[in-house]
């Protein structure tokens, strides 16, 4: 197992960390579907895995946050930016978040905001939740789009994109106009606007 080394910061290839506003949101498909638009696009982009599924669905470069010792997060995430750089020389890494940074039962995120120093976020909102996965009965509460955002950008990232996760007919362009970033269903529409402001 790896500490951080600090190495990353000289990386200048550009790193899009997706995260999430709650578990389960979609984030590892949001990766793919971006991978997959920027690809086609002629920009050469590869995944870092943070979770199981990643790595059984045969993604190259990553490691499996929540079985490794919080001593050393920062440094395997490190350690698989650092490799996929040397070993595929992309134009763009997309990493994968897991969980999210206020989910009181794990939260997770701020790795790959600040030991992965990433250049940008893609956000995943599941509208259709008003309280963090599996906590409903206790009612604690999922933060707000803005808010989390706002805790976002506290630690001097943009959010350059909003995927929406929802079975509901949610209004993307009200979402546009308030926050001024491209927002799509990446399972209705395509991810296109996303991959452009990337």
């Known amino acids: 197992l790896s500490f951080w080394t600090g190495d990353i910061l000289k990386l200048e290839t550009p790193r899009i960390a997706v995260l999430g ?6 984030k590892r498909t949001v990766c793919q579907f971006l991978s997959q638009d920027l690809n086609a696009d002629n920009i050469k982009t590869e995944i870092i895995y ?7 669905q045969g993604f190259r470069h990553g490691f499996i946050l929540d079985s ?7 440094g ?4 698989a930016v650092l490799e996929c750089a040397d070993n595929t020389n992309p134009d763009l890494m997309l990493i994968e978040g897991q969980s999210s940074l206020r989910n009181p039962s794990g939260p997770c995120g701020s790795e790959l905001l600040l030991s ?22 206790i009612q604690c509460e999922l933060p707000s789009l803005e808010d989390e955002i706002n805790l976002i950008k506290s630690y001097d990232k943009t959010v350059l994109g909003i995927c929406i996760n929802s079975q509901q007919n949610i209004d993307a362009n009200q979402i546009k106009e308030q926050f001024n970033i ?5 399972m209705n529409e395509s991810i296109s606007s996303i991959s452009e402001s990337i």
């Open 21 to 26: 506003t709650d578990c389960a949101t979609g």
């Open 50 to 56: 943070t979770g199981q599924t990643g790595f059984l």
């Open 68 to 74: 490794t010792l919080n001593d050393f997060v920062s």
């Open 76 to 79: 395997e995430l490190e350690k």
């Open 116 to 137: 992965a120093d990433v250049n940008g976020v893609v956000l995943v909102h599941p509208f259709d939740r008003d309280y963090f996965d599996n906590f409903e009965e």
């Open 182 to 186: 491209p927002v799509v269903n990446p």
